[in-house]
């Protein structure tokens, strides 16, 4: 029997517009001082997929900004209250923080 594992997870992108690496991104409307939650392309570990997340506020980069990092288990779909947003409505400076991750998990 083959493990559920053993397939790659989904991990179509929500929008045609988002960098690689990036399969969705939510935005709740400021209900939470962490607004924007990314989520990245999911690696296997320990025979489970994990789904990388990056929470930020709209300056991540500030000393009162929101830029965390969290993991699933499982892919985080929008929760209620969120839209699923473009990579062009994603605040610059948060789009500047993704892509200095990615950058990273690509070297």
Same mark, same amino acid.
């Given at each position: 029997?083959?493990?559920?594992? @053993?397939?790659?997870?989904?991990?179509? +992108? @929500?929008?045609?517009? *988002?960098?690689? !690496?990036?399969? &969705?991104? *939510?935005?709740? +409307? /400021? &209900?939470?001082?962490?607004?924007?939650? $990314?989520?990245?392309?999911?690696?296997?570990?320990?025979? #489970?997929?994990? *789904?990388?997340? +990056?929470?930020?506020? &709209?300056?991540?980069?500030?000393?009162? /900004? $929101?830029?965390?990092?969290?993991?699933?288990?499982?892919?985080?779909?929008?929760?209620? !209250?969120?839209? $699923?947003?473009?990579?062009?409505?994603?605040? #610059?400076?948060?789009?500047? &923080?993704?892509?200095?991750?990615?950058?990273?998990?690509? #070297?």
């Amino acid at each position: 029997m083959r493990s559920p594992c @053993s397939e790659r997870p989904p991990c179509r +992108k @929500s929008r045609p517009g *988002y960098p690689d !690496g990036v399969i &969705a991104i *939510y935005d709740n +409307k /400021g &209900a939470t001082c962490d607004r924007y939650t $990314v989520v990245y392309t999911p690696f296997r570990s320990d025979d #489970a997929w994990h *789904y990388p997340t +990056k929470n930020m506020s &709209a300056d991540p980069f500030h000393p009162l /900004g $929101v830029g965390m990092y969290g993991e699933y288990s499982f892919r985080p779909t929008r929760m209620k !209250g969120e839209r $699923v947003i473009d990579w062009s409505e994603l605040p #610059a400076l948060c789009q500047k &923080a993704v892509l200095e991750d990615l950058e990273v998990t690509d #070297a």
